[in-house]
């Protein structure tokens, strides 16, 4: 009896300490979101959270108005496809949340919603998407594959990612780093004709951004797409492990 006190008495603590330790990652989806965590289908991102789970990492979602009380025991906040943009005061939370440890994630799936709130970390975004004539997939201009990539360690193990509609990035400041651009033939359709003509913009794009403010990281992706469970295969799926192994490594908010 006594050794099978003290084995239950052994186990609960284990599994305290082990939620101590864990990271505790929070899915924005207070934004008018339409692909959610627990989403089981194509679209949804339960495969990207169960990756999130598997390296250890507590897992949850908050429908509520950002703020400072809502963050206090954050350690990574996730904000992937909102269809409604962020208020002055939500923005201002999140700025000041990253300054002081938190890590922010922004997947983006239409840039207007999200505009305001990379402005606050000296991010921009085009209101045009990304079109490119270098590795396409089936064919589509706006479904590429990316493979210029720096080395960081959202890239261990990835040779190249998929993307299925992204939108230009840009930052002048130098504490950000483009981790992954497109090709130098890569467009955006300004005249909106659905062809390349003398009336678009050709560059080199960026399509993830990685900036060290403060305490806290910002990672921002050009597509929400790339996590999605339709497209989580391949290196797209070991982007996620890097990820959640990133992650993961945070520091809980409530430990010493």
Excluded at 14 to 32: C, M, P, T, W
Excluded at 159 to 164: A, E, G, I, T
Aim: hydrophobic share 45%.
């Amino acid at each position: 009896m006594y050794k099978q006190l003290l084995l239950i008495v052994l186990s609960v603590c284990f599994l305290q300490s082990k939620s101590a330790q864990s990271a505790n990652i929070v899915f924005d989806e207070g934004h008018k979101q339409a692909f959610l965590y627990q989403q089981q289908g194509q679209l949804g991102l339960s495969g990207f959270a169960d990756t999130l789970v598997a390296a250890d990492n507590q897992v949850s979602a908050s429908s509520d108005v950002i703020h400072p009380r809502a963050l206090a025991k954050v350690d990574a906040l996730i904000i992937s496809g909102p269809f409604q943009a962020f208020s002055l005061q939500e923005r201002q939370v999140l700025a000041d949340y990253v300054k002081s440890g938190g890590k922010l994630v922004i997947m983006i799936h239409i840039a207007p919603t999200v505009g305001g709130l990379l402005a606050e970390f000296d991010i921009g975004v085009s209101n045009y998407s990304i079109n490119e004539h270098q590795a396409m997939l089936a064919n589509k201009p706006k479904d590429f594959s990316v493979s210029r990539l720096v080395p960081h360690w959202l890239f261990n193990n990835v040779q190249h990612f998929n993307l299925y509609g992204g939108w230009a990035l840009q930052t002048k400041d130098k504490s950000a780093s483009a981790l992954a651009i497109t090709s130098a033939d890569a467009w955006l359709d300004l005249n909106k004709n659905k062809q390349q003509d003398g009336g678009d913009y050709q560059s080199t794009f960026a399509v993830i951004i990685h900036k060290k403010i403060g305490k806290g990281d910002v990672l921002v992706f050009a597509d929400d797409a790339i996590f999605q469970n339709k497209f989580l295969t391949g290196n797209n799926q070991q982007m996620a492990v890097n990820i959640a192994n990133w992650l993961a490594k945070t520091k809980p908010a409530n430990s010493i």
